[in-house]
């Protein structure tokens, strides 16, 4: 079991910067593939990034690639998301997520996630 804490949210201007952590609980998180994925209102939760489990592969959304980066601490249980040049677009509830590997590559798959945060809020003015 897995437990899952965001923070860094907040209300940004568009051309803005925002950093989410996400921190984990229990001694197993490296075993895990770590994404963030994104809900707007009235919207499917999406895709944003991934980290394999020892942090050598990532994935990118095409809507965030080039403008995020994402970053995992297996030694402190946090999975990290620096996102530059905010769009009012990105304006959604972010959400962490953890789950088993399948391959080299990092988990894109909603459903292929266990365990997830409860979110934390980003808006961006424009």
């Known amino acids: 079991q897995v437990q899952l804490a965001e923070s860094g949210g907040g209300l940004v201007q568009a051309g803005g910067s925002l950093r989410l952590s996400c921190a984990a609980n229990g001694r197993t998180f490296s075993n895990y593939d770590m994404g963030w994925f994104r809900q707007a209102p009235g919207r499917e939760r999406e895709f944003v990034a991934a980290i394999s489990r020892i942090g050598i592969t990532t994935s990118y959304s095409d809507s965030v690639k080039d403008r995020a980066t994402i970053t995992r601490d297996n030694a402190r249980n946090t999975v990290s998301l620096q996102m530059n040049s905010l769009k009012p677009e990105d304006t959604a509830v972010y959400y962490c997520?953890?789950?088993?590997?399948?391959?080299?590559?990092?988990?894109?798959?909603?459903?292929?996630?266990?365990?997830w945060g409860q979110g934390t809020q980003v808006t961006v003015s424009s």
């Open positions: 997520a953890g789950g088993p590997p399948k391959s080299n590559f990092p988990l894109t798959i909603r459903s292929d996630y266990n365990y």
